[in-house]
């Protein structure tokens, strides 16, 4: 799976990817941070690193709030980047020391890992407390189909909430928040729909994201 995925995101024509700035990628990100936001009380200088950041989509929106640094795979994803704060690494095996951020962010990362929770381990490593995931949730209809019939989301078959409850209890995480929210996807969406789909950026089950926070336990 994973050799699969490296070439599906090193390959050039990538670059069709919408702007972090696209209104439909603003508001498919904006709720999911004021709700990270709302459960999460931290300082602007608290440290945040993006796993899997791509092209920017959250990045660049969370500069706003934290100290961010981002992280992918990919240089044709990091060269679309407009962010400055970038590494080129692996989230099977992160370059930076235990401990390291507030808060370490993956947002539709976990379901294109032959290892998810090994990039998890890693996340929880160099986490001083936070870690958060956005994930695409198997139970709304589109996404369920769009994970169907293309290979490189089939692991967003398995993406439900209490699998991700499951396993991160299994790796001694706290879930301390979930929403499950939206239908604006950020690279299908016209953005003529944005003025209707705002009214289903609110917690319900067929949502089609999955928004965690987790808590490093005391060990």
Not at 38 to 50: M, P, R, V
Not at 79 to 94: D, E, F, I, Q
Not at 118 to 129: G, L, N, T
């Amino acid at each position: 799976m994973d050799n699969d995925q490296r070439k599906f995101w090193l390959n050039k024509k990538r670059k069709e990817r919408r702007s972090p700035f696209h209104p439909v990628v603003t508001a498919f990100v904006k709720p999911k941070i004021e709700f990270i936001k709302k459960n999460i009380n931290l300082e602007s200088k608290a440290t945040l690193l993006d796993v899997g950041c791509g092209n920017g989509y959250f990045t660049l929106h969370f500069a706003k709030h934290y100290d961010v640094t981002g992280l992918d795979y990919s240089e044709v994803m990091l060269n679309m980047n407009p962010y400055k704060k970038l590494v080129l690494g692996n989230a099977y095996k992160l370059p930076f020391s235990n401990d390291t951020f507030d808060i370490v962010f993956c947002s539709n990362l976990l379901h294109h890992l032959s290892s998810p929770w090994q990039a998890i381990e890693e996340m929880k490593r160099v986490s001083k407390r936070y870690i958060i995931i956005s994930e695409p949730n198997r139970n709304n209809p589109l996404m369920f189909l769009f994970g169907l019939f293309n290979k490189e989301e089939w692991g967003s078959l398995k993406s439900s909430q209490n699998y991700f409850k499951q396993n991160f209890f299994k790796l001694n995480l706290v879930t301390k928040n979930l929403l499950i929210s939206g239908m604006t996807f950020p690279n299908k969406t016209p953005a003529s729909l944005l003025p209707i789909l705002k009214f289903f950026d609110f917690n319900f089950f067929m949502g089609g994201y999955i928004t965690i926070i987790a808590e490093k336990c005391e060990e």
